[in-house]
Structure formats: C-alpha cells, structure tokens
C-alpha cells in the first residue's frame, strides 16, 4: 500500500550505522562494516586510503569483487585461497585478530606498479538484542612503515660483511644470524639459530665478562670488550664483541657485533718478530751503523760496531742529535748530509771524514736508508770504515803515477793486463764512456790521474769539499769502480791522462 510505514527496525539500524559510522570515521585504523545481504557498505577514509582506491567501487563491494582487485599473501608469501579472505572468514562467521598479510593490487594503475601494503586485520561481530549476527567489522592497522624497516634492516644485516648475530632477551637464543659471522665462526645457519648464549658464549673469557652479563640480562649496551670466540672446530678467536639492545618485531634482542682482531694480531706478531731479527742483525753487524728519527735526526741507537770503531758507547749518543755527536770532521758536511736525507730519503756511498773519540780521523763511505721501525719514520746510516783500503790505494796510486809519467811505451795490453790485476783477474767492460762523463767531471778526474787529494782539488778548481766528493762519486758511479786507483786505470784505459784539460778525450776503439 502507498501509505504503509516503514519497517521500523530497518530505520533503527541504519540510524545505529549512521551513528556508528560518525563515530569511527575518524579513528587511526582503517574500518570496513560488511552486512550479510549487502557485502561491503562502508569503509572510513583510512580504509580507503590503505587500499589506494578512491571509493567502495575500486575497492570492490563483494567479496568476489574484493578478491578481483586485490591479492593479499601472508608474510611468508603463500597466497590466500578465497576462503581464507578477511571478508569470506568474516561472512563465515569467524572472529580473529592480528592477521598479518601483505596487500597487493591485482590490476595496478599506471605508475602504480610495486605498490603495495602491509595490514594487521581484525575482524568483529556486530550483533543485534538478541544476539544475532547483525553485520561485521574489519578493523586494519597499517604496519607498511614497521615491516619495511625490518625488511630494510634484514637485507642490511645479511649483505654486512661485519660479523653479527641477534639474540632473544627473552630466553637469550638466537633468533638472527648474518653471513659475515657463519664465514668467521665455521658454523652453519642450523647449528646456530635457536641456540642459547650458553651454548655459544660470544662473551667467553670477556675482558669485563661479569659486568657484560648483567648488561644484557638487564637489555643494556654492552661496550666493546676483547673476548675469545669459540670456532666451529673448537679453536678460539680473539674478537672486539659489543652488544647493542634492539626490537625484532616488538620482541626485545641483542645485536651482537663482532671485529676478527686475528690479522691485527698475526701482523703484530709478524711485526714483533721482524723487529727482534732486525734489532738481532743490527747488534751483530761488523759495520758501524745509527738508527736516527728522520724528523729531527735524533740518534735513537747505535751498534757495537759503532762503539768500537768511534770509540763513543751507546749512552754517550743515544738520544742526541746528530750536530750534538762530535764524529763530523766537517759541520758543513753533517748537514749537506742531513739535506740530502731530508729531500730524497737514501743516500749511497757518499765519502765523509769522520773523528773517533780518540782524535783519529777515519775515511768512512756513509750509506742511509729511510725505514719504518715501530710505527717511526727513521733512517738507517752505515758508516763503512775505508780508512785501511784508502791508504792502499793512494799508496798503489802513487805508485802508478810514478811510473805513468810517460805512458808512450806502454801498449794497450800491458794497460789491460794491470786492469784486470787490479780488478780481481776480470776486465773492467763498463759501457760507460769518457764522453759520458760531463765537462766538471772530466776535469775532476784529471786531477785525480794528477795525483791530487781532494783537498788539493778543491783549491785547483775553487769548489767546496762536498762538491768534490759528490763529482768523484758520481764519476766512480758511472765507471763501475770504488776507488781512485781504480778510476785512474779506468781513464788510462781509455787513453785519458789528465795532463791537458783542454785536450778532448777520445774514446777507446
């Protein structure tokens, strides 16, 4: 009939959702009311939202139509079956709460593809005076913020290639493992999971073991302490171990990190051994030699050599400088010496005079290396005492100079022959000529075919004393020998006397 009244009950229900749809439109969840005939009749702006749909249509208003537009997996990745559904357990009249299950849109929109949700669902029965099923509610929490933190500090965990693991306050077993720890340790995956801190005790032997327990009995920060590790095959490892308090899924845990202090440790031992055979070596040796700071030539030790053949104990130097040890017969050349090691480091061969404790003056051939003891920058200097061998060279030298006086009647055989006498029973053959020697060193090596000390060619050619040294060593350099004897046969060999500067050398055929 046109003037029948309204059912009355079907007025109070919809005035009951009106006013329960007011009151739940503004909550933090998302809410979706579902009636039995209708399917679903309304969903809050959150609910919407946390679907990415713009109204009931594009969410779908039937199960069947939910289902359609949306794959919901749980957090392992199985996909729900139709039946397991939110909507379809509600519609079966099935109560539960805190489904986990990631949201994926079947049919993504332009731009929309990768999008997706994580929701913890709740599903509730409305009932009526009697107690009847009237409609049901699905409230949804969104958790894509949480889980996709975690997910981004699992992969974090796993690809750190620092060692880690992650225990369980609750009952101190380990619930997480990284690779970096399996690779240290030698364990598998299975042999450590589940496991209690008792059974592997990464604390075992702890510098502050006592006060590192209760730190995480008590869930605080454990600081970094040395322990030792017990390997998969039994042997320990010493470590750095720190603890750190953090939640896996609201469940308290301890991050265990670790720092393998074996290959500091090996190369500490390696150094220490290296360092004993050097300081073993540099006793021994026959040869004077100094260890100095590089940086302020500091004397920081000297050999027994050193004392026997100086003449100054160790004490009597130790911890001087250079310019404070009186064995330089030249100020001015300690510290052309000092120049030279400053600006390249190394130096070879270089002739020094140098003054014993006693007043005797030693010709000494000085060597330094720059080398790194006990995390110093230091040089090595090795004082070569040529005092003996010298004196017989000029000794020969005189020698040869007084019968070279006219070297006309002596062929290139008889030269040779004296060479080879002289260098051991082998011929010189160094590539090097006299037209590699350059304008100065010519007329060094005149003088010294002359017969003329270094003193005396300093005052010929008015350079200083270190000049000349320089000039001669560079000259023995470049004709393979190590004495002026020796550098005198070298010139004659290739018919160079020395007697006229200016005459231009020839080179031997």
């Not at 537009?69 to 109560?95: F, M, S, W």
């Amino acid at each position: 009939m046109a003037n029948e009244l309204p059912d009355l009950s079907i007025l109070r229900r919809q005035v009951d959702r009106r006013q329960l749809q007011q009151i739940i439109a503004g909550l933090a969840e998302g809410i979706l009311l579902i009636d039995p005939a209708e399917g679903i009749v309304w969903a809050n702006e959150k609910a919407l939202d946390l679907h990415d749909a713009g109204g009931l249509a594009e969410l779908g208003r039937t199960p069947d139509e939910y289902r359609r537009n949306y794959l919901l997996k749980y957090r392992n990745k199985h996909t729900l079956a139709p039946e397991q559904y939110p909507l379809d357990r509600l519609l079966a009249g099935e109560v539960f709460e805190d489904v986990v299950v990631e949201v994926v849109k079947a049919s993504p929109g332009k731009g929309k593809e990768g999008w997706r949700s994580i929701h913890q669902l709740r599903g509730l029965v409305l009932a009526d005076a009697a107690g009847d099923p009237e409609s049901y509610v699905l409230v949804i929490q969104d958790l894509t913020e949480r889980f996709t933190a975690e997910e981004r500090f699992e992969r974090t965990f796993a690809a750190n290639p620092a060692p880690a693991i992650i225990c369980r306050l609750a009952d101190l077993r380990y619930v997480k493992v990284n690779h970096g720890f399996l690779e240290m340790t030698g364990y598998r995956r299975e042999e450590v999971l589940g496991r209690s801190t008792y059974e592997i005790d990464v604390l075992e032997n702890a510098a502050v073991r006592d006060s590192a327990i209760a730190a995480l009995r008590e869930g605080r920060t454990i600081p970094q302490t040395e322990a030792n590790l017990r390997m998969a095959n039994g042997d320990a490892k010493l470590v750095i171990v720190a603890g750190q308090p953090i939640e896996i899924g609201e469940e308290p845990c301890m991050l265990f990190t670790f720092m393998d202090m074996e290959p500091r440790r090996r190369a500490e031992l390696a150094l220490r051994q290296s360092e004993e055979r050097f300081a073993r070596a540099f006793r021994m040796t026959p040869v004077p030699t100094i260890v100095m700071a590089r940086k302020d030539f500091r004397i920081l030790d000297v050999n027994d050599a050193f004392a026997m053949v100086l003449g100054y104990a160790p004490e009597d130097v130790i911890d001087k400088s250079m310019a404070q040890v009186p064995i330089w017969s030249s100020a001015a050349a300690r510290r052309q010496l000092e120049r030279d090691i400053e600006s390249d480091g190394t130096l070879r061969n270089l002739e020094f005079e140098l003054r014993s404790r006693h007043g005797e003056t030693l010709d000494c051939l000085v060597s330094a290396e720059t080398v790194g003891i006990q995390g110093q920058n230091c040089v090595l200097i090795v004082l070569q005492d040529i005092t003996e061998r010298k004196r017989s060279e000029v000794e020969l030298m005189s020698a040869i100079e007084a019968v070279m006086q006219d070297t006309s009647w002596f062929s290139r055989t008889v030269i040779e022959k004296l060479a080879n006498l002289r260098g051991g029973g082998t011929s010189n053959g160094a590539s090097t000529e006299l037209a590699d020697l350059t304008p100065r060193e010519l007329e060094v090596l005149g003088l010294l075919c002359q017969g003329l000390t270094d003193t005396q060619i300093v005052k010929t050619l008015n350079l200083t004393r270190n000049t000349v040294r320089n000039h001669v060593a560079r000259i023995y350099g470049k004709a393979g020998v190590h004495s002026r004897a020796a550098a005198v046969v070298w010139a004659r060999e290739r018919g160079f006397t020395g007697a006229s500067q200016k005459a231009s050398p020839r080179r031997s055929s």
